[in-house]
């Protein structure tokens, strides 16, 4: 997923439970999400041993064994139903930065933070961990902290998430 605060571009991995696997907030808003893919730990791991681990993509990432996009121009029925469900799954990373958006306000306004690159970027992994603690801890968001997230299945950079993952390796 490539969000952009300030100059600091965001790319995430979360899964079917709206954890946060991988971030990386190191790069300029500038960087496509598919060139922080290429030089990720995480890409370098599924290639060198993926077994049963897939990743669901948008389709601005190349094809990987591990790495699903949709059809570009499905040809067929059973083409268009796996982009359908693609999309239904990749739901999960907007839902997910929703929920962060949510409980976390200085990320909501303008999605920008207002400090150097690299605070912005200290602050975004914070907020990243206390996600992860409050979902683990299953602390709901109050209805006040409640934002509307409008999820658009259409949007080119939706990123990417695992569905299924048999490794946990320290990624930043």
Same mark, same amino acid.
């Given at each position: 997923?490539?969000?952009?605060?300030?100059?600091?571009?965001?790319?995430?991995?979360?899964?079917?439970?709206? @954890?946060?696997?991988?971030?990386?907030?190191?790069?300029? !808003?500038?960087?496509? =999400? /598919?060139?922080?893919?290429?030089?990720?730990?995480?890409?370098?791991?599924?290639?060198?041993?993926?077994?049963?681990?897939?990743?669901?993509?948008?389709? !601005?990432?190349?094809?990987?064994?591990?790495?699903?996009?949709?059809?570009?121009?499905?040809?067929? =029925?059973?083409?268009?139903?796996?982009?359908?469900?693609?999309?239904?799954?990749?739901?999960?990373?907007?839902?997910?930065?929703?929920?962060?958006?949510?409980?976390?306000?200085?990320?909501?306004?303008?999605?920008?933070?207002?400090? =150097?690159? /690299?605070?912005?970027?200290?602050?975004?992994?914070?907020?990243?961990?206390?996600?992860?603690?409050?979902?683990?801890?299953?602390?709901? @968001?109050?209805?006040?902290?409640?934002?509307?997230?409008?999820? =658009?299945?259409?949007?080119?950079?939706?990123?990417?998430?695992?569905?299924?993952?048999?490794?946990?390796?320290?990624?930043?």
């Amino acid at each position: 997923m490539c969000i952009l605060l300030g100059i600091n571009m965001i790319f995430k991995i979360c899964d079917s439970e709206e @954890l946060v696997l991988f971030a990386n907030a190191r790069y300029p !808003g500038s960087t496509h =999400d /598919a060139a922080i893919w290429q030089i990720s730990k995480v890409r370098e791991h599924l290639t060198m041993n993926a077994g049963g681990s897939y990743i669901l993509g948008d389709s !601005g990432y190349p094809l990987e064994p591990w790495l699903l996009t949709p059809y570009r121009n499905p040809a067929n =029925d059973i083409e268009e139903r796996y982009n359908t469900m693609h999309k239904r799954a990749r739901n999960v990373i907007e839902r997910t930065f929703g929920i962060i958006k949510s409980r976390f306000r200085c990320l909501l306004r303008h999605r920008v933070l207002h400090y =150097d690159p /690299a605070a912005a970027g200290k602050i975004i992994y914070a907020v990243l961990t206390l996600h992860n603690m409050c979902k683990k801890q299953n602390i709901p @968001l109050d209805q006040d902290e409640t934002v509307e997230v409008e999820v =658009d299945t259409d949007d080119a950079e939706e990123g990417i998430f695992i569905i299924y993952y048999t490794f946990i390796v320290a990624h930043t």
